[in-house]
């Protein structure tokens, strides 16, 4: 069975510095990736970041990327420069080849950013 | 963005009647799922569909049925609403050809209250 954990329910970042959120999964699978999703206080899901277990480099999109530790099943995302516009809740999520198509959701973390 | 949309956008209803969710989606993709979401549990699949007629159970299946006659349409039916079926209820979608790496899109949510 897949499992991700995010230990940390809700976290404070002053605008413009960087933030990391953690997240750490756990599968018996080899071939799997991990996705984080943003959601704002109006409720839509947002796809960010995709990070696959074979990957050698760490993904990156713009102000974010993800510091994949494959030995230590983590899979943290870094918003670097975070603006108010970052507030919201994310989810860290894993999909196994192994496990169908589906996605495995983390309890998500709540970031709030201080002007 | 991808093209879903799903109706209603916010129902409420009283225990024991039926209620059906509708999934619509203009990208032509073969994978369609529902999930729902709940605090602290992120989001929870309930169950998904690979292409026209063919539907699979996911985590939370119990109480729900789906139907997918045409590629573009995925309801989601509550035969009998119970107050536990309170939840905001997100319809995905996936073009599968890119393998496990292909994101999910996510459609804006339908909020349902059972009473």
């Known amino acids: 069975a897949q499992k991700i954990t995010q230990t940390q329910p809700g976290m404070f970042v002053q605008e413009k510095e960087a933030v990391t959120l953690d997240c750490t999964y756990d599968?018996?699978?080899?071939?799997?990736?991990l996705f984080w999703y943003k959601q704002p206080s109006s409720g839509e899901m947002i796809f960010l970041i995709y990070?696959?277990?074979?990957?050698?480099q760490n993904a990156t999109e713009g102000r974010y990327s993800l510091n994949f530790q494959k030995a230590r099943k983590s899979a943290n995302l870094v918003i670097s420069a975070s603006q108010l516009g970052d507030s919201a809740m994310y989810f860290c999520?894993?999909?196994?080849?192994?496990?169908?198509?589906?996605?495995?959701f983390g309890g998500g973390t709540r970031l709030m950013v201080k002007p | 963005d991808a093209g879903i949309t799903q109706s209603p956008r916010h129902k409420v209803t009283e225990t024991g009647t039926p209620v059906t969710l509708r999934c619509h989606q203009t990208?032509?993709?073969?994978?369609m799922y529902w999930y729902r979401q709940d605090p602290g549990h992120g989001l929870r699949l309930i169950h998904y569909s690979y292409g026209v007629k063919d539907t699979d159970k996911g985590e939370v299946s119990d109480g729900y049925s789906v139907s997918r006659s045409k590629t573009e349409d995925f309801l989601l039916t509550l035969e009998s609403a119970t107050s536990s079926q309170t939840s905001v209820y997100f319809c995905a979608i996936s073009d599968e050809t890119g393998g496990s790496r292909v994101p999910q899109y996510f459609g804006p949510g339908t909020r349902l209250t059972v009473l």
């Open positions: 999520a894993m999909r196994s080849n192994n496990a169908g198509n589906m996605l495995t």
């Open positions: 990208e032509n993709h073969r994978y």
């Open positions: 990070q696959g277990s074979y990957d050698e």
């Open positions: 599968t018996s699978d080899q071939s799997y990736g």
